[in-house]
C-alpha cells in the first residue's frame, strides 16, 4: 500500500505509539483487502465505550489503555489512548443505569460502561449512543468519506445522505478514529456504487410496516448488492428510508441503495445504473409483500404478547410522538411491557414535549443508549414479542429466542392495550 510522507511518519511513531498502532492495523486491513492507499476521513461513527465480558476482565488487568489497544488497535502493545483525532461519535452500546430497575441486565457491565463514558468522553468521543447518528447531528454532506459502523446507518450514510463509507468494524473505527485514515476501497470508489438490480414496484408502498417489508424482500433477494427502486408512488421521508435500510441490511447485507429522484446520486434511473444494465430485474407486488410478512412472522404462533418493542432503528421525535397519541389516556394490559427506544438527545425533546409523561401514563417506558438486539435484554419473563421493525423481528427469535410478532405501530400498541396479538396484513 502505498503511504504519504504524513502518513508514513505517522505509521513511523512520530504522532505516537497509539497512533503508530492505529496506523499498523490500517495498513494490514487494508492490504488484505487489495486497497492501494488510505483516504482521509474526518468523520467515524464506532463503538469504543460498549461493555462486554471480555472487556471488564481487559479493564481489570490493565485499565481501558488495554481494553482500547486490544480491542479497537489489534495491538498486543498497551497504549496510552490520545484524544481523538477528527470527529468519533459512539453507536449503539448496552443500556445504562437509568433503566437498570426495568430489567435483569448486568450491573458490572452498567458500570464499566459508565467509567468508560468518562474515559472516552475526556479522549474526546461523542457519546451520542445510537444506532442513528444522523438523527442527532451526525450528518455528513454527499461524497464525504466516513469510517462508520452498523448496517442500518452505513446504508442510510451511502443511500440517503450520498456520503460514502464501508460497513467498519470496531478495530478499523477505533484506528480511524486517531489518524483520519481509512482504506480507499469499496464504497469510497465511485465506480462501486452504481446500481445492480432493478426492483419493479407494483403495489403502493405507503406506511412504515410498508417499507420494512420492501426492504426486507429485497434485501433476501440481492443479498450484498445495488438494489434500485423504480415505481416510487409517494414521497417517502426519513423514517420509511431508515426502516427500509435497516429491513434490507438485515435479510441481506444492502450498504446502499438508490430511489431515482429521491436519493442524491440517481437524478434519473438512467444515472443510477450508471449507464449500464441491471443484473436482474425484481417484481415486488402483492404476492411477494406477502412472503415478506409471512418470513417476518414466522416465528411466533402464541397470540399473548408479553413485550412490546418499538424503536429499531433508533425512534424519531416523530415516532414517539405518535405511539404517544394512540396511548393517550389508556392503560397497557396488566402483563405487557411496552419499550419505546430512541437516541438520548432525542429523549430530552420527548421529555420537553410531554410525550414521555403519556407514555409513562399508560405503563411504557422509552429508553435510550441500546435496544434488545444488541443488550441481550428484556423485560424479565419476556417469552412473545411485538415490534415495528423488521429488522429486530429477524434478529430477535435467533438471538434470544422469543416468538416475534411484526406489525405496524398501530398493531404493535394494540398488542401492548390488550395483551393480544392481532396483526395481519391490510
Ligand atoms: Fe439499532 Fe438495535 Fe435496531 S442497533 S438498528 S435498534 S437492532
Not at 29 to 56: C, F, H, I, M
Not at 324 to 344: E, I, S, Y
Request: charge should be negative; aromatic fraction near 8%; hydrophobic fraction near 35%.
Amino acid at each position: 500500500m502505498k503511504l504519504t510522507d504524513a502518513e508514513q511518519a505517522m505509521y513511523d511513531g512520530h504522532d505516537g505509539r497509539a497512533v503508530a498502532r492505529a496506523m499498523d492495523l490500517l495498513v494490514r486491513y487494508g492490504q488484505a483487502l487489495g486497497a492501494e492507499r488510505l483516504v482521509d476521513t474526518s468523520n467515524v461513527a464506532g463503538t469504543v465505550v460498549s461493555p462486554s465480558p471480555r472487556k471488564l476482565e481487559m479493564v481489570r488487568e490493565g485499565g481501558f489503555e488495554k481494553a482500547f489497544s486490544e480491542l479497537n488497535l489489534d495491538s498486543d502493545e498497551t497504549v496510552e489512548v490520545p484524544r481523538a483525532r477528527v470527529y468519533t461519535c459512539q453507536l449503539i452500546q448496552t443500556f445504562g443505569a437509568d433503566t437498570a430497575h426495568l430489567h435483569n441486565g448486568s450491573r458490572e457491565l452498567m458500570t464499566l460502561q459508565s467509567d468508560a463514558e468518562r474515559f472516552f468522553g475526556s479522549r474526546g468521543v461523542h457519546l451520542m449512543s445510537t444506532c442513528t447518528p444522523y438523527q442527532v447531528g451526525n450528518v455528513p454532506v454527499k461524497g464525504e468519506h466516513c469510517a462508520w459502523m452498523e448496517s442500518s446507518a452505513v446504508v442510510y450514510c451511502n443511500s440517503v445522505l450520498g456520503a460514502m463509507t464501508n460497513t467498519e468494524g470496531t478495530e478499523s473505527t477505533g484506528a480511524a478514529s486517531l489518524t483520519g485514515k481509512i482504506p480507499y476501497w469499496g464504497y469510497h470508489l465511485p465506480d462501486n456504487r452504481f446500481g445492480t438490480h432493478l426492483v419493479d414496484i407494483q403495489i403502493h408502498v405507503d406506511d412504515m410496516m410498508d417499507w420494512g417489508l420492501l426492504g426486507y424482500y429485497v434485501g433476501e433477494i440481492v443479498q450484498d448488492e445495488i438494489p434500485v427502486l423504480d415505481g416510487m408512488w409517494s414521497q417517502p421521508e426519513l423514517v420509511k428510508l431508515k426502516h427500509f435500510g435497516a429491513a434490507a441490511s438485515s435479510s441481506g447485507g444492502v450498504e446502499m441503495y438508490h430511489i431515482p429522484g429521491i436519493t442524491p446520486e440517481a437524478p434519473t434511473l438512467e444515472s443510477a445504473f450508471g449507464g449500464r444494465e441491471p443484473v436482474a430485474t425484481i417484481t415486488y407486488g402483492a404476492r411477494e409483500r406477502r412472503i415478506a410478512y409471512e418470513n417476518l412472522n414466522s416465528s411466533a404462533t402464541d397470540q399473548d404478547v408479553d413485550f412490546v418493542m418499538l424503536g429499531c432503528p433508533h425512534n424519531s421525535v416523530e415516532q414517539i410522538w405518535r405511539a404517544a397519541k394512540l396511548l393517550d389516556g389508556k392503560r397497557l394490559h396488566d402483563g405487557t411491557q411496552l419499550w419505546m427506544h430512541t437516541p438520548r438527545a432525542l429523549r430530552e425533546v420527548a421529555d420537553r414535549s410531554g410525550y414521555t409523561k403519556i407514555v409513562e401514563d399508560a405503563g411504557g417506558h422509552i429508553m435510550s443508549d441500546s435496544c434488545p438486539a444488541i443488550s441481550r435484554v428484556v423485560p424479565p419473563g419476556t417469552k412473545v414479542v411485538a415490534t415495528d421493525s423488521a429488522k429486530q423481528a429477524h434478529y430477535l427469535p435467533a438471538i434470544s429466542g422469543l416468538q416475534t410478532w411484526f406489525g405496524s405501530v398501530e398493531d404493535c400498541v394494540g398488542a401492548a392495550l390488550t395483551g393480544r396479538w392481532s396483526g395481519g396484513l391490510r
